[in-house]
């Protein structure tokens, strides 16, 4: 059912991508909804799901990707936090990126490592307010 | 020394991509060997020779980056060989592939499957023969 | 019901793309059969089936989008028969490839052109030898 | 000869891209004059005014392949509003978006969707200033 | 007057890319003359007869663009003879492939490699003909 | 030796791309600098000291790459500086510019011309402020 996709979906949603997650798709409610439901529904619910291989080995896929492709920096921004959500980590994502330098060129590995000091940055940025509460 | 990371280069492109490593190394001879030497050097002596990512996760990584970027079948079908090589399985492959529907479309995706079936139908039309000599 | 995005899915490819896109799923089968059941339920059952845009404006977007890309002519001759099996005539989809000199360059539109002279020619191929059996 | 080109072309920029497109023409004007001459000449004096197709269908043609592109935003800006000035309704331009998920991926789709919900509120912030005024 | 930009471009066609530019525009004539007609007068006619660039540079500028699209080879091919023509020397086309690496990734310098070594064989394998006609 | 190969790749590195290749190389400190050291070694030790090609042709070659990929604004902006640097004027690198509308399409082409804006706006808005201190 349609709804079993659903549910499924926005549950791996959640694990992988969390906040960020839910934060594009909150963003597409107003524009397009049913692009956020088949967001869910497709690579979520149908892809990321699947048994076959670790969210470990789905998330290296994606970061590479993503960095290859070069054009689409909020979605890599989104993913390499995924990637630290589901157990990469720091060194073994900066690999991959330093590892396109093969396969897409300089620039595009090096933007891919800047997108990711922004995430480590924006990370460390939220973590330490939240200490200030303990 | 240079003639380290050659050496390193070398013994990890046999390990990696095995015979179709040697292969492309062997048609650049004529045209420009400088390229031969520096894709030894920089790809296999300074970045899969890394410890810091697996065998295993490269070749997801690169898998995902050549499928997306859609132009580069010659290689991708050498490390589609190579992910065999080090240890991934053809369904975590498959997976990865079908991954990329979602990060490059699904034309691209498709490409991708279909050089993987005749890397397999190619190393299939290699086996038997070789079965015949047992 | 997943059934449903199935067999709605099918319909549409089988209006759409008629032959072409059976051989693609028929050719799907030994390798990944699960990324045929995805490319007819995902493309064809959720998206192509939605009503909110006619089936010649959706071709024209793929003839445009795969000419754009480049590195997907297999899939680029299905749409290209696509196009004229939903009523675009053979000028608009020249059209349409004349106008991505404008967005993707002229070697990009180029391709696409001849890639739709290779569609012309198969088909005007085929249909001489039906015309003898009557 | 070159004039009426020129003219021709500055009167389809007028009527597709409106005030969007003179501003573009307008900021090469001090680094390459030139440039913003060939793009009034060649994509609006030659390709635009031809009257094999619809500016319906040509803006989406164009929405599409900027969108597949995935790195012109600047301009996939100027031609989601030149899609509405020529009569796509914003459920179909929704539409070809979204059905780019399919062809380059869900990451370029939602770039394409995330510029035309600013398209559209920055025409509505627009909007309703005016209504003040009366 | 168009005529002259026509003129003009077929002049700079036949100096830059001699037989192989002449048999691009023939291919044309039977699917899509207009595209050939557009060939010749904006690429050539407007463009690579301006004096503010000379020839050798253009052609390095083209051949790299093409590397690092990737996804035109028999444009770079007509390209990387047109480079040969307007004076450029083998190893200096060599040089800009190889330097595709840092900036497009390695299979994408390589495939450029390989064309070339096409070109090159595919020029040695007409002159021996020509000269066994002396 | 690894050392010469840094060497004189820092060297390289200062004569090309300025203080702009420094500030990127500079960035890298803290989240990669294995990535710093693989950029001054491969792209600047190994391929841009050799001496077949001149610094002229070499930076023309990546602009031309660079605007045509289209997604690497940062990078495209130190090259065009770099172009500067090495004797190109602002006229064959606004032609270089100009000539890709023909390989990568106008908003490939537009984008560049825009980078180009900026970077002399930049190196404008510099020289005043020294022009102050005499």
């Known amino acids: 059912m349609e ?44 892809i990321y799901s699947r048994p076959a291989l670790d969210l470990k080995s789905r998330e290296i896929a994606t970061i590479a990707a993503l960095t290859a492709l070069g054009h689409c920096k909020p ?5 390499l936090n995924a990637a630290l959500n589901v157990g990469c980590t720091e060194d073994e ?8 330098t093969v396969y897409a060129g300089f620039p595009a590995a090096l933007n891919g490592m800047f997108a990711f000091k922004e995430v480590l ?14």
Chains 1, 2, 3, 4, 5, 6 share one sequence.
Do not use: W
Not at 75 to 79: A, D, G, R, T
């Open 121 to 134: 940055q924006e990370s460390k940025a939220i973590q330490p307010s939240n200490d200030l509460d303990t």
């Open 75 to 79: 979605q890599l921004k989104v993913h």
């Open 3 to 46: 709804n079993s996709r659903f549910t499924v979906g926005l549950e791996q949603l959640s694990k992988i991508d969390g906040e960020a997650g839910h934060n594009v798709i909150e963003s597409l409610q107003d524009i397009c909804p049913d692009l956020a439901k088949f967001t869910i529904e497709y690579p979520f619910g149908d």
């Open 93 to 100: 994502i900066k690999e991959v990126l330093l590892q396109m």
